[in-house]
C-alpha cells in the first residue's frame, strides 16, 4: 500500500503524517509513506486543499487533519 501525504510542510501537514504512521502501526499495516511537499507534484494527484491523504492514487482525506481513529476506518475498508 502506497500512503501519500500532501502538503508543504505546515504544522497541520506534519499532524496529518504522524497521525497515518501512528494508523499504520496500530493497525500493523505495511504501507510506504512519503509526504509530498511539491504543490506542482500533488496538484497533478488532484489535491486542491491541503492536508491531503492519497491511498494507492486515490484522495482519501483533503482540508482536515484526519485523527487517528478515522485513518483507521479508511485503511481498514482499502486493505
Given at each position: 500500500m502506497k500512503i501519500q501525504v500532501c502538503g508543504p510542510g505546515c504544522a497541520r501537514c506534519n499532524a496529518t503524517e504522524k497521525n497515518v504512521i501512528e494508523a499504520c502501526a496500530q493497525m500493523n499495516l505495511p504501507a510506504e509513506i512519503t509526504h509530498v511537499h511539491d504543490m506542482l507534484k500533488y496538484a497533478t494527484l488532484g489535491i486542491r486543499v491541503t492536508p491531503a491523504v492519497v491511498v494507492d492514487g486515490r484522495i482519501v482525506v483533503s482540508g482536515k487533519i484526519p485523527?487517528?481513529?478515522?485513518?483507521?476506518?479508511?485503511?481498514?475498508?482499502?486493505?
Open positions: 485523527t487517528v481513529e478515522e485513518l483507521k476506518k479508511i485503511l481498514s475498508g482499502i486493505k
